[in-house]
């Protein structure tokens, strides 16, 4: 059943537009060509001072771990990938190793002539009895003089963290009165005792570097403890009375520098195939193996002072 | 032995030294010393340089009394001596150009710790780029890790801070697995000295024994030089480290620190392993397809970016990619573009950190973009130098950025399955580095009617501004005669073998 | 897989310890941990050095009785390094405890991300 | 030789010289004075051109070489027998309408501008009839559609604009879609001078054969535009009833027809022993029946006037287009014919309308009953001219009719020979459904028609004297088709 | 004498800033005395050149900047040093309503000698070098309003024109590499032993760096920041966005087809097929775009951009009738546009309309502009005796001797085009002349035609398409001579 249909529903249809287009009564530019005039760009700078904003909020939204559920699940992501990883590398390191020669066998790659000469010839070479004091010390310094940099640097650094100013120092004078052991009898008087005990342990292993197991780093570091430990006991008005910022300073200062100009001198001279002046004495002595003993007791007093350093930085952000 | 030889060991002492003597000196006189040391270095290099031109051929010097596989040697080549000299000069122009901004960022108390982490740092880079032997090397990058953490935190806000530690983790990550790998290398070996190394190296692959601890201890090393060097995906602690640090660390942190690192990362592909053994490894595949992400992502990070430093930091990001994609490229022409590209991002990168803390300080300190507006004005050293930078980075002809771009084509085009990938993303990577560079030189150069800000004029900051000359001029002399340096760096590589 | 798995079993040791304390500097978010997990990794390299310089059998390389014969000692090398590596990570991780104190003092947590997300909501 | 070009040049001169003098919007207020000397101005210079016209048409013979636009263009002018007729037809509409116009224009605005372009067209008529060469053909084409743009949009009204807009890119379209098959005649010919039986060079026909017939079919679409065939026939009721009633008499009558003689122009170039029997030829007369058709169904359903007779138009010029696609010497002759008897009394039927338009104001057929008492001559004229349009004998449509149909019958095309007569014939009776109407409503309005408002409208002599001329013309080409055969048989022989 | 007509430009802009010139008139008469100097030498130069080439610095390895003068760099340079004095001339005029004309003065007047620069370059490095630093010395010009809008654009153009420089210098490093030297030679320097099993590649290339240098061209997908540069002044629009900018555009990339690549090697390959497509959509497409376009200057800009693909269709045909097609509508589309550019110009610095809709009725008052402007409208649409019809008439024609079935198509792009072109342009024209009938004359009664230093260049101009559209004769036959290779 057909009906008919109004004159809307008739414009609708493709007959009608058919027609319209046959009888030449469509105009295919009105509305099309016809020129309207178009917004004029108008400058938005609140709507980018907004856009920021709402950048902000979503950032922070997606920084708020507590409450976005997709980091939570993408932390759970990143651990899952990271226990993961770490076995996968845990294997491949595992395969690398069975290819590695056998350990404790002599005829390592290890094993060479390097070795070979530095023991054999150490002795005579650099005038330590402890070969691994002559090597570092002596055939590889360069690295150690890195190496006592190194913890230069780290002092340093530390220093910038944690030095504090005048004031900051004075109000952590008092919260450090208030919460750190103080005058307690039982630790002073087992420090009265052990102190001394542990600083000339100290001593004699730096003096021992080059005689037997021992040396700068290790002396120093058993000193330093001595330091600690008599700071604890005595608190910061004591140990002010013999060690201060400026001697560590100064200390610091004194050895790196002779260090650094003692293996200058030791560098130029080898490197330029010139005499060293320095005598290597008699190995077995104290008074022997030429620099190794002098470097030993500077690296000794920078460690020692170092360590001593670190605990009063962490401590109390000064001396 | 000529006496120029000594210059290496004499460059690297003083430096070293002279971070031991800042430690007991006023901040002016730390300063003064610096200053000093940073440029008789430089000068010594040079005269390094020209010594090793003139005679052609690198020679070792022994650190202490004893040859090669027993006692430390560094050496020296016209590479070696060419980045010495480039990263004095560098170093210089990025503390003198944000020396103003130290007073207002570091306290007064803590200047001569300052330069001497930068000192130390310098002997670390300089020691990096002569040494010749594995185990010092990594003493060194120690500290230069350190010292770099250091200068990052020296100012302290808690940005830089997480920032530091960010950097640590990383870096700690990065010389972790440099170790393991470099104990690995130890154990096949039995050498640290690198050219003993090598030799054992070609025995080890001549007889086929431990190809997998071999390539395992490469990995590592390579991996750990990577992440040091913040390629692609081990890039997250940079942005804030670089973008909130005071400006000469940023400047020294992005153009020296990362390529010192690098320029390990190339001592070992040459001087440890070997160019072909290396090249025989898929490690270049893994290093090319990461250097192409890295210019892909830094780039779009960057452009996302609100903060101008941020953006810059990026920018590094990318520009890491790009040196890595020429060291992926497996040929001595992609080598020469990545050593080119070394000296052109560090000329570059530390000109526009140093421009934008102009542009920066005459907006009211904010690095937002909205605040930027029209910034070149009030400063106008500060945008032309900042709009060379960016123009260098896009790679326009005249500026170093062009060369390296150049370089890199040339050098892809040469490797047959590579070619087309690197080109297509190169043009890629341009293109975004076109699209943050050029809005914020736009940005920079839009004119504001009503600013809360102060422009600022040539009498108020004469050494600023004479640094920013410096810079500029650095990049165009590396922009047009280029062919020098290329030359330069093409001998060099070919001393290392 | 290769055939010394077991002889080294040193090694193998030091390169599990190595992965642990990678991961832990890696996937911790708590700092002190991470310190922690710094400080496994490099002793997993001190004893990867010792078990590369250990020679069944031999000494410590310290000249007893003017015995300079390469049969008595171990390889002095690999204890040269540790001594070195050791001196580093003492530092490294000075440094890593300070950088902890000072976010510690100022944002009260060790945890990161916790700290990162309070460095975004202040917004410098 | 300067004929031609005096012919060519000086009405364009003069309408330009209309144009620039009076480009002042306002200039009808100026008064009496300056009307006339503007009208006085007009006809001279209509007279003039006209002469000069039917000087050259008799005079000269041989074609001339202008100038080279690019080295392989020339602008060359010659007059063959097409050309000819064409150019008679508008030698002789034009001045009528011309006339016509100077009464109808009265009330109008800016007269100097329309009399302008008129005068422009008319040179460029001139020069379209003259044409040697399809550059220079196509010309003139453009120049043609650019000039009588105006014409339409005159009155300025809003409809008046589009529709003057919708003619212009109408035409333009088609004009490009045959500058399209140029290029390809350019490459395919030794030279684009009009000749009688094709130019293509025998090598292209063969190699590039199929796409020549494309290229063909698109250049008769294209040109067909002009001439409203039927997928591009819309412009015309568009602009048509839009246009001041002389104009839409210029359009229908001559303007229009340019598409005919470049139709006929292309078809010669082609050849048709190229065309025939192709499916282009089949495609083409299907337009054409279509148009024919569709034309006159359209015109039967509108109510106002001058529509109607635009859909008329649409309708008559595919008689000629068919007459043409038959490609049969009869039937050409016949389609020449049509041009001249459909040129001259769809001029006098749109000038007739013009009249009842300007003297009554009545646009609508239905409004027009009892319009033959009040303009008594006016439809009379429009009758026989109605007469002519439905082909009753002793008028010019008879006639050309007749050769239409003979020759489709004579051409042995399969279908098309039979079917076209068959459409031609229903269109007639529905020509004769949409125009007898208004003469038998005109002069008999019925029993309820009002005679006492009854009032003599007749308009002015300079309006019925060139209604009449025409309506003679039609008839007397209709009763002495030998007069015209002369210049027909030239016109088929010479071409 | 080659780097003195670049250097030139270069000093005078530099002193224009620097001289503290008391009358404006001063300024003008230094700034013209200047330009039409430099270009009198130009001519002379292009009338007189030698073969040889000028070197003026070692780049890097194989590579200099170099210039020479062939066929290609006469017809170029010609054009450029013949439109700049008028342009400079229209700009005098402009300017006066304008700030911080000094600036606007020194770059416009760098850019003179950055477009010579290209035009006279001798290989393909110093191209591309002239072509970075057009970028960079014409982004001030159209920055130089200073409103957010022109921000943007500026931004839009830099992002765009870098970025296409980008992936030119691929084309750029391909020649480098593969081909015997960078020099342009007719007929391309491709190696064909270096080239042998890596044409995939090279094509490849050859298609990126079409669309790199198309850019400038605003080839269509990367059309987008023309119509946004109309922002700039119209002095700017009219020689660079219209002349300078987008043909250096057009130039660069015929230099790659024809001097680097070489035809015989691009022909019949799917490279052409390529970029011939891109080509032939961006002519519909830009004509699309103008006719929707209701800004004046915006509107011309997409023709621009349809015009400009019109010269690189008649490129890619690869043929030396296609580059005679070419180049007929390099020169002849300049003159067309910047007559119409100068028309809109002059509307909207007398009056201060810039949309088509607020033309109504200007035609009777500006009846010189508007009258131009119908000419130039004309003549793009390609009226037979304009100069518009010629150059399509030896498009269309290559692309019908050239039997490549895709041109054919290229054709009926064209036709398309000029119809649209016609729509956009004769409804600007209607306007004017013809408001319609209840049109209040009151609104436009105090406008009136700008003075001398406007109408000369266009009157000028105006000729020119006249004489162009009807004897072309001299001009086409050196381009024919340039497309063969005999000049």
């Given at each position: ?319 | ?497 | ?124 | ?79 063959d027998g097409v050309g000819r007729l064409f150019s008679l037809l ?39 009839c ?64 009009f000749?009688t039986d094709g ?17 063909a079919f698109?250049m008769l679409l294209g040109f067909g535009v002009k001439a409203g065939m039927f997928?591009m026939h819309?412009?015309l ?15 229908s009558a001559v303007i229009v027809k340019a598409g005919v003689l470049a139709i006929i122009r292309v078809l010669a170039m082609f050849g048709k022993d190229f065309l025939r029997g192709t499916w282009v030829q089949s495609g083409w007369i299907i337009l054409t029946l279509v148009t024919v058709f569709m034309g006159s ?14 859909y008329s138009t649409v309708s008559q010029i595919s008689y000629i287009l068919f007459g043409l696609a038959v490609m049969d010497e009869t039937s050409f002759t016949g389609a020449l014919f049509h041009v001249l008897a459909h040129g001259f009394v769809k ?41 002519g349009l439905i082909g009753i004998p002793?008028t010019g449509g008879f006639v050309s009719k007749w050769y239409l149909a003979l020759g489709s019958l004579e051409s042995g095309l399969p279908v098309f020979g039979v079917l076209g007569p068959v459409i031609l014939l229903l269109s007639a009776l529905l020509t ?42 039609s008839?007397?080409i209709g009763?002495?088709p030998n007069?015209v055969d002369g210049i027909i048989v030239m016109a088929a022989a010479r071409r | ?487």
């Open positions: 059943m057909s009906r008919k249909k109004t004159a809307e529903e008739y414009e609708k249809t493709f007959a009608f537009r058919f027609f319209r287009w046959l009888s030449g009564e469509k105009d295919p530019y009105i509305g099309n060509v016809e020129m309207q005039p178009q917004k004029k760009y108008e400058p938005d700078h609140e709507a980018a001072l907004r856009r920021e904003k709402e950048h902000d909020a979503i950032m922070d939204k997606v920084y708020d771990t507590g409450h976005n559920r997709w980091l939570h699940l993408f932390h759970r992501l990143y651990q899952t990938t990271s226990v993961l990883f770490c076995l996968f590398l845990i294997a491949l390191l595992l395969v690398t190793v069975s290819y590695l020669p056998a350990n404790g066998t002599v005829t390592r790659p290890v094993n060479n002539e390097v070795s070979a000469r530095y023991i054999e010839k150490g002795l005579e070479e650099t005038g330590a009895v402890n070969i691994v004091a002559g090597m570092i010390l002596d055939y590889r310094a360069f690295d150690t003089l890195g190496e006592s940099h190194v913890l230069f640097v780290a002092t340093i650094t530390v220093l910038i963290l944690l030095r504090l100013n005048k004031t900051e120092k004075d109000e952590a004078e008092v919260s450090d009165r208030r919460f750190e052991p103080k005058n307690d009898a039982i630790l002073q008087v087992v420090a009265t005792f052990l102190v001394p005990v542990i600083i000339i342990f100290g001593i004699y292993i730096i003096l021992n570097g080059h005689l037997g197991p021992g040396g700068g780093f290790s002396g120093g570091a058993v000193i330093g403890a001595g330091l600690v430990l008599y700071l604890n006991a005595f608190g910061f008005k004591k140990t002010e009375r013999f060690f201060t910022e400026k001697t560590y300073k100064w200390v610091c200062f004194f050895s790196l520098s002779f260090y650094c100009l003692a293996k200058s001198y030791s560098f130029y001279t080898g490197a330029n195939h010139l005499h060293s002046v320095i005598p290597k004495g008699t190995p077995g002595a104290i008074l022997s193996s030429g620099l190794i003993l002098p470097l030993n007791i500077a690296v000794g007093l920078v460690v020692a002072c170092t360590i001593y350093a670190f605990y009063a930085m962490f401590r109390k952000g000064g001396f | 032995m000529n006496f120029i030889c000594n210059i290496p060991f004499f460059s690297i002492l003083l430096s070293l030294f002279s971070g031991t003597v800042c430690s007991v000196l006023s901040a002016k006189a730390a300063k003064i010393v610096n200053r000093v040391v940073i440029l008789a270095v430089g000068l010594m290099s040079a005269i390094l340089l020209l010594y090793l031109l003139s005679t052609g051929e690198s020679f070792i010097y022994w650190m202490g009394h004893f040859p090669a596989p027993w006692g430390n040697e560094i050496r020296a080549g016209v590479l070696e001596a060419g980045m010495a000299l480039f990263f004095c000069i560098i170093m210089y122009l990025s503390m003198a150009g944000g020396a103003h901004k130290l007073p207002g960022e570091v306290v007064e108390s803590k200047h001569n710790l300052y330069y001497i982490l930068v000192n130390l740092l310098l002997s670390s880079l300089l020691a990096l780029v002569y040494t010749n032997d594995m185990f010092t090397a990594y003493v060194f990058v120690e500290i230069n890790t350190i010292s770099a953490c250091g200068l990052i935190m020296i100012r302290q806000v808690g940005r830089t801070i997480e920032a530091a530690v960010r950097y640590m983790i990383m870096s700690l990550l990065g010389s972790g697995l440099l170790l393991f790998g470099l104990c690995i290398m130890y154990d096949l070996t039995g050498h640290l000295l690198m050219s003993n190394i090598k030799e054992s190296v070609g025995l080890i692959v001549a007889n086929g024994e431990y190809q997998i601890p071999l390539i395992v201890s490469v990995a590592l090393m390579c991996t750990g030089l990577c992440i040091k060097s913040a390629l692609f995906p081990f890039h997250a602690w940079l942005p804030d480290a670089y973008g909130y640090s005071t400006v000469s660390s940023a400047a020294i942190l992005s153009s020296l620190v990362s390529k010192g690192y690098i320029f390990l990362l190339i001592k070992i592909i040459y001087r440890v392993i070997g160019f072909s053994v290396f090249n025989s490894t898929r490690m270049i595949d893994v290093l090319f397809v990461f250097g192409l992400m890295g210019m892909i992502f830094g780039s779009l990070s960057a452009i996302k970016e609100n903060d101008v430093r941020r953006m810059i930091a990026f920018s590094s990001v990318a520009q890491i990619g790009y040196i890595y994609m020429g060291f992926g490229m497996g040929t001595q022409a992609g080598m020469v573009a990545s050593i080119f590209h070394i000296l052109s991002h560090a000329a570059t990168k530390s000109l526009l950190f140093i421009a934008a803390i102009g542009l920066t300080d005459v907006s009211g300190g904010s690095r937002r973009f909205a605040d930027l507006t029209g910034s070149a004005y009030r400063n106008k050293w500060a945008g032309v130098a900042f709009t060379a930078g960016s123009l260098s980075m896009v790679g326009v002809p005249l500026f170093s950025g062009f060369i390296s771009k150049l370089l890199f084509a040339q050098a892809a085009v040469q490797v047959e399955g590579k070619m087309l990938a690197s080109l297509i993303v190169l043009g890629i990577s341009t293109v975004l580095n076109a699209v943050y560079f050029m809005k914020t030189v736009i940005r920079i150069y839009t004119a504001t009617t009503e600013t809360p800000y102060e422009g600022i004029t040539f009498r108020h900051m004469k050494a600023y501004a004479v640094t920013l000359v410096f810079f500029i001029l650095l990049n165009v002399i590396l922009g047009v005669s280029s062919q020098p340096v290329v030359d330069m760096i093409g001998q060099g590589l070919a001393m290392f073998a | 897989m290769g055939p010394n798995l077991f002889a080294n079993y040193g090694e193998a040791v030091s390169a599990i310890l190595f992965c642990i304390g990678f991961t832990n500097l890696l996937l911790q978010t708590n700092l002190i941990k991470k310190i922690i997990g710094l400080n496994i990794m490099d002793s997993a390299i001190y004893l990867f050095l010792a078990e590369k310089g250990y020679i069944t059998g031999r000494v410590a390389p310290i000249v007893a009785d003017g015995v300079t014969s390469t049969e008595s000692y171990i390889n002095p090398i690999p204890s040269g390094l540790v001594l070195t590596g050791i001196v580093v990570s003492v530092s490294v991780t000075a440094l890593m405890l300070s950088l902890t104190i000072r976010l510690y003092t100022r944002y009260h947590t060790l945890d990161l991300d916790e700290i990162s997300t309070q460095l975004k909501r202040e917004g410098k | 030789m300067y004929l031609i070009l005096l012919s060519i040049l000086f009405p364009a001169a003069a309408g330009l010289f209309l144009l620039i003098r009076g480009r002042t919007p306002l200039s009808g207020e100026k008064g009496n004075t300056d009307r006339k000397t503007l009208l006085a101005l007009t006809g001279c210079f209509l007279v003039i051109t006209a002469s000069l016209v039917f000087a050259s048409l008799l005079t000269v013979k041989e074609g001339f070489t202008l100038f080279f636009l690019t080295k392989t263009l020339p602008i060359y002018f010659r007059i508008a030698v002789i509409v034009l001045p009528c309408a011309g006339f016509f116009s100077f009464a109808y224009m009265k009330h109008e605005e800016r007269e100097s501008r329309y009399y302008g372009f008129y005068l422009l067209v008319f040179g460029v008529l001139n020069g379209l003259f044409a040697g060469n399809l550059i220079t053909f196509y010309l003139f084409f453009e120049l043609l559609t650019l000039s009588s743009m105006p014409l339409v949009l005159h009155s300025g009204s809003k409809e008046a604009v589009m529709a003057g807009l919708k003619y212009l890119f109408y035409s333009l379209c088609g004009a490009y879609a045959a500058l399209f098959g140029i290029y390809f005649l350019y490459q395919n010919c030794d030279s684009l001078t000749t130019a293509l060079r025998a090598s292209a026909i063969t190699q590039q054969g199929g796409f020549l017939l494309l290229t698109v997928p819309a412009w009721p568009a602009a048509h009833p839009v246009a001041p009633a002389p104009a839409s008499a210029v359009l169904l359209l015109a039967y359903r509108e109510p106002v006037l001058k529509k109607r007779l635009a001029a006098a039927l749109f000038l007739c309308a013009g009249a009842i338009i300007y003297k009554t104001g009545k646009t609508r057929v239905e409004e027009m009953r009892g319009i033959g008492k009040e303009m008594p001559l006016t439809m009379w004229c429009f009758t026989i001219a109605s007469l002793p004769a459904g949409y125009l007898l109407p208004l003469t038998i409503h005109g002069f008999f309005p019925g029993a309820d028609y009002d005679y006492g408002s009854l009032q003599k409208k007749e308009p002015c002599k300079l309006m019925t004297v060139p209604v009449f001329i025409l309506t003679f013309l008839v007397l009763l002495f007069l | 004498m080659i780097v003195s007509v670049i250097l030139i430009p270069f000093i005078t802009g530099i002193l224009v800033p620097v001289i503290p010139f008391r009358k404006r008139w001063q300024k003008e008469v230094f700034l013209e005395t200047a330009v039409v100097l430099n270009s009198i030498l130009v001519w002379f130069l292009l009338l007189h050149h030698s073969d040889s080439t000028f070197l003026l610095a070692h780049f890097t390895g194989n590579l200099n900047i170099s210039f020479r003068v062939d066929g290609m760099s006469m017809v170029f340079a010609g054009l450029v040093s013949a439109l700049w004095p008028f342009a400079t001339l229209y700009a005098f005029e402009y300017m006066t309503k304008e700030e911080h004309e000094n600036v606007f003065f020194l770059f416009y007047t760098l850019t003179y000698g950055v477009t010579l620069g290209i035009a006279l370059a001798a290989n393909l490095l110093t191209m591309y070098f002239f072509y970075e630093l057009l970028t960079l010395v014409t982004v001030p010009l159209v920055m130089h309003t200073l409103t957010r809008e022109a921000v943007l654009a500026s931004r839009k153009y830099l992002y765009y024109s870098l970025g296409g420089a980008a992936f030119a210098f691929l084309g750029l490093i391909m020649v480098i590499v593969y081909g015997s030297t960078t020099d342009f030679i007719l007929g391309g320097v491709l190696d064909p032993a270096k080239t042998a099993g890596k044409t995939n590649v090279l094509l490849l290339i050859y298609v990126m760096a079409f669309l790199g240098f198309g850019v400038k061209a605003a080839v269509c997908p990367f059309n987008a920041w023309l119509p946004q540069a109309g922002v700039a002044p119209t002095p700017v629009t009219a020689l660079l966005h219209a002349v300078a900018v987008v043909k250096s555009g057009a130039f660069a990339i015929i230099r790659l087809t024809y001097y680097s690549f070489g035809t015989d090697f691009l022909k019949g390959t799917w490279a052409q097929y390529a970029v011939m497509s891109v080509v032939m959509f961006t002519i519909v497409y830009g004509c699309s775009r103008a006719v929707k376009e209701t800004h004046l200057k915006r509107r011309l800009a997409y023709s621009t951009i349809s015009n400009l693909s019109y010269i690189l269709f008649g490129a890619v045909i690869m043929t030396p009738l296609g580059l005679v097609g070419a180049l007929t509508h390099l020169v002849f589309h300049a003159v067309m546009k910047i007559s119409s550019f100068f028309c809109a110009g002059a509307v909207m610095h007398q009056t201060g309309r810039h949309y088509v809709h607020e033309l109504n009725g200007l035609g009777y008052k500006m009846p010189r502009v508007l009258g131009i402007f119908t000419i130039s409208a004309l003549a793009l649409m390609g009226v037979p005796g304009l100069a518009g019809f010629v150059s399509k008439w030896n498009l269309a024609g290559a692309a019908a001797e050239s039997g490549n079935p895709l041109a054919f198509g290229g054709i009926a792009c064209l036709l398309v085009s000029a119809l649209l072109t016609a729509i956009y342009m004769l409804t600007i024209v209607v306007r004017a002349f013809f408001p319609g009938k209840d049109f209040d004359y009151r609104t436009v009664s105090d406008i009136r035609d700008p003075n001398w230093k406007m109408l000369l260049p266009l009157f000028v101009f105006s000729i020119f398409i006249i004489l162009f559209g009807v004897y072309s004769q001299p001009v086409v036959d050196f381009f024919m001579s340039v497309a063969t290779g005999v000049v």
